[in-house]
C-alpha cells in the first residue's frame, strides 16, 4: 500500500507523456524519494502515460512513491518542473498556461534544439538568438522562476529501458545556487546518473549543444546510446 509522505517534493514533467518524458517519470520514481506528475495538453493521455508508471512501480515492487496525470497547467503545482517538450512547443505552451504559474518555481530544462544535414550524417545545434534553449526559456518566464539545464545528454533510448542503468553526467547550469542544488540532488536519486555543477545559466548552450554531437558520433560509428560520462 501507498502511505503518501506530505513532505516529499512533488517533480512534474510537462510534455510527459513521450519515451523521454515517461521514462523519466519511471525513472525517477523508481528511486525512491520524489513523487511525479505527468502533464500533457490532454489529461487522458497523461493519465494513460501514468498508469503505465504505476504498473512499472508495481511490478518493480516500489512502494515509496506514486505517479499521476494531469494537464500541462497542473503539473505547475509540482515543487520542480521538468520542461519535456519539443523547443518549437515552448512558447504556445507557457502562452496556454499562464507564466503567473511559473512564479517562484524550478523549471528544468532538458530542451535541446537541434537541426539535421538531410543529405549527410550530421546534426548541428539549432540555437535560438538567445543562445540556448534554457536562456529563451528563461526569457518567457518570469523573474521569480529558477531555470536550470538538466538530463540533457542522456541517450534517449535508455530512459524505458529500465534493466539498463544510466551511467552518464548529467551538467546542471542555473544562476540560483539553491535550485541548482535542488535539481542536482534530483539527478543523483536517478540510476547512477552523475550530478555536475555546469556553472551559470550562461553555459546551458554548450550543454545544449552536445546532444547532436554524441548523437551524430552515433549514426557515424554504428554505436547506440552514446553519452558522456566525466571522469
Known sequence: MFIEDVNKMKVGIMGGTGNIGEGLARRICLGGKYDVVIGS???????????????????????????????????????????????????????????????????????????????????LPDCPTEGSAALALKKLLPESAKICTGFNNVAAGKWMQLEEELDYSVVVCGDDADAKKRVMDLVSSVSKLQPLNGGPLAVSGIIESITPLVITLAMNNGLKDVGVYFR
Do not use: H, Q, W
Open 41 to 123: 495538453r490532454e489529461t487522458s493521455k497523461a493519465e494513460v502515460a501514468a498508469d503505465g508508471v504505476v504498473c512499472c512501480l508495481k511490478e518493480n515492487k516500489c512502494t515509496l512513491t506514486t505517479c499521476s496525470g494531469a494537464t500541462n497547467a497542473d503539473v505547475c503545482d509540482c515543487d520542480i518542473i521538468i520542461m519535456s517538450l519539443p523547443f518549437d512547443k515552448l512558447e504556445s505552451t507557457i502562452e496556454t498556461i499562464g507564466k503567473s504559474k511559473f512564479e517562484n518555481k524550478i523549471v528544468v530544462s532538458l530542451i535541446n534544439p537541434m537541426i539535421r544535414n538531410p543529405k549527410e550524417k550530421y546534426f
